[in-house]
């Protein structure tokens, strides 16, 4: 956290704290600095810091390690190039998933500034291309959106969203169901962030078909498309005949296909250290041919990477050749934390989180928004009816 306390305020304070460990990081300069507190319960071990940051690594209980980084960015304009100077460099420590959370000072969005002021868009360009280097992506956040106010009034005021959390694609596929809260505030002029660090527990549930854009690539799909469209009679006449034949041919095209969908990773790695040894050894005729037909097969698999990968980021406007599958992937992964539904609020306002009670919510609703309800208020209603029958 960023605290505005100096070093002998936060001691005071910290024996108050429920936290057994700490590293407090003074400016030389000023009042404040960071603290990063943790329980003997969190295997943490702090790799280095300065006034701006503290990088540390943390071993969950089954083993599984990821950096974390508390991070406070330059607020002067002219510094903060080396904010982001100071996140690249910190990358080169990190082997595995990251995630850097604090006060950036910075901002990402044209939308996450309200002001009379425009922003200063070389500055944000700056922000998101070290994000980018760095390969790391917002996580979003529920809650007011805006962290930071200079509570000055009228056409004074300024309010931007300087503090998030980021993370790359290896932290965000294993904390999936995460979620960062924006938490009011009336003591200071940022809002606190709280991030629920939440590893993603799949949901068995039935596939619905869909056609895989990578069964094109194989010369028997035309052929099995044909097959399954006539393999059986179909009483029903016009449309429903022909719903009956879309699911007949989507069940047996899901069966031929499912060997056929996700890419052969494996396969890929054998082809890769067969084309390794192949490099190392003198050239001949024979080691070229095999070279060509390992090639052909290497290109054939990640031609199917990318359009599995594709398929399901929904990424239409980047073509295949491309051969971005990170990107792809990246993308598929913010799709599906975006699809999942955490929780909903039923009709008396309540917020609730458990399975059983999201579907009763959900089956609650529909069920009444089709149904007439009483109405008291009949004679009124009809009043603004024109009569168009006289009386005999």
Same mark, same amino acid.
């Given at each position: 956290?960023?605290?505005?306390?100096?070093?002998?305020?936060?001691?005071?304070?910290?024996?108050?704290?429920?936290?057994?460990?700490?590293?407090?990081?003074?400016?030389?300069?000023?009042?404040?600095?960071?603290?990063?507190?943790?329980?003997?319960?969190?295997?943490?071990?702090?790799?280095?810091?300065?006034?701006?940051?503290?990088?540390?690594?943390?071993?969950?209980?089954?083993?599984?390690?990821?950096?974390?980084?508390?991070?406070?960015?330059?607020?002067?304009?002219?510094?903060?190039?080396?904010?982001?100077?100071?996140?690249?460099?910190?990358?080169?420590?990190?082997?595995?998933?990251?995630?850097?959370?604090?006060?950036?000072?910075?901002?990402?969005?044209?939308?996450?500034?309200?002001?009379?002021?425009?922003?200063?868009?070389?500055?944000?360009?700056?922000?998101?291309?070290?994000?980018?280097?760095?390969?790391?992506?917002?996580?979003?956040?529920?809650?007011?959106?805006?962290?930071?106010?200079?509570?000055?009034?009228?056409? #004074?005021?300024?309010?931007?969203?300087?503090?998030?959390?980021?993370?790359?694609?290896?932290?965000?596929?294993?904390?999936?169901?995460?979620?960062?809260?924006?938490?009011?505030?009336?003591?200071?002029?940022?809002?606190?962030?709280?991030?629920?660090?939440?590893?993603?527990?799949?949901?068995?549930?039935?596939?619905?078909?869909?056609?895989?854009?990578?069964?094109?690539?194989?010369?028997?799909?035309?052929?099995?498309?044909?097959?399954?469209?006539?393999?059986?009679?179909?009483?029903?006449?016009?449309?429903?005949?022909?719903?009956?034949?879309?699911?007949?041919?989507?069940?047996?095209?899901?069966?031929?296909?499912?060997?056929?969908?996700?890419?052969?990773?494996?396969?890929?790695?054998?082809?890769?250290?067969?084309?390794?040894?192949?490099?190392?050894?003198?050239?001949?005729?024979?080691?070229?041919?095999?070279?060509?037909?390992?090639?052909?097969?290497?290109?054939?698999?990640?031609?199917?990477?990318?359009?599995?990968? #594709?398929?399901?980021?929904?990424?239409?406007?980047?073509?295949?050749?491309?051969?971005?599958?990170?990107?792809?992937?990246?993308?598929?992964?913010?799709?599906?934390?975006?699809?999942?539904?955490?929780?909903?609020?039923?009709?008396?306002?309540?917020?609730?989180?458990?399975?059983?009670?999201?579907?009763?919510?959900?089956?609650?609703?529909?069920?009444?928004?089709?149904?007439?309800?009483?109405?008291?208020?009949?004679?009124?209603?009809?009043?603004?009816?024109?009569?168009?029958?006289?009386?005999?």
């Amino acid at each position: 956290m960023e605290t505005r306390l100096d070093k002998d305020g936060f001691e005071s304070l910290y024996g108050n704290l429920s936290y057994q460990n700490k590293v407090i990081v003074k400016h030389l300069d000023s009042i404040g600095g960071l603290a990063l507190l943790w329980k003997n319960s969190i295997t943490l071990e702090v790799i280095n810091y300065t006034v701006n940051h503290v990088l540390a690594v943390v071993t969950e209980e089954d083993g599984f390690k990821w950096f974390l980084t508390c991070f406070y960015g330059w607020p002067e304009a002219q510094q903060k190039e080396k904010s982001w100077r100071l996140l690249e460099y910190l990358k080169t420590f990190v082997e595995g998933p990251w995630l850097v959370v604090g006060d950036f000072n910075a901002f990402l969005h044209a939308s996450e500034k309200k002001s009379k002021r425009p922003p200063h868009y070389s500055q944000v360009d700056a922000f998101r291309a070290a994000l980018e280097s760095c390969q790391l992506m917002d996580l979003g956040y529920k809650g007011y959106p805006f962290t930071w106010n200079n509570r000055r009034p009228g056409e #004074a005021n300024t309010k931007i969203r300087l503090d998030r959390a980021v993370a790359n694609k290896d932290w965000i596929g294993k904390f999936q169901m995460s979620k960062v809260l924006h938490l009011s505030t009336h003591a200071s002029d940022h809002l606190s962030i709280l991030l629920q660090v939440q590893s993603f527990v799949p949901q068995r549930r039935e596939r619905g078909f869909k056609f895989e854009e990578s069964w094109l690539l194989k010369e028997d799909c035309e052929a099995k498309v044909k097959e399954a469209w006539n393999s059986e009679l179909v009483v029903e006449q016009g449309l429903a005949s022909t719903l009956k034949k879309i699911q007949v041919c989507g069940s047996k095209l899901m069966k031929w296909g499912s060997i056929r969908i996700t890419p052969d990773k494996e396969a890929i790695k054998q082809i890769q250290k067969r084309l390794d040894r192949l490099n190392e050894e003198e050239m001949n005729f024979d080691s070229k041919a095999e070279n060509l037909e390992l090639n052909k097969e290497m290109d054939e698999l990640l031609q199917k990477q990318e359009i599995y990968w #594709a398929q399901r980021s929904r990424i239409s406007w980047l073509q295949h050749g491309d051969k971005n599958t990170k990107f792809f992937h990246s993308k598929a992964s913010q799709r599906r934390r975006r699809n999942h539904i955490r929780g909903i609020k039923n009709s008396q306002g309540q917020w609730v989180e458990e399975l059983e009670e999201v579907v009763i919510v959900a089956f609650d609703y529909f069920e009444t928004l089709f149904q007439a309800g009483a109405c008291d208020k009949m004679e009124e209603c009809l009043d603004a009816v024109p009569q168009m029958v006289t009386e005999i």
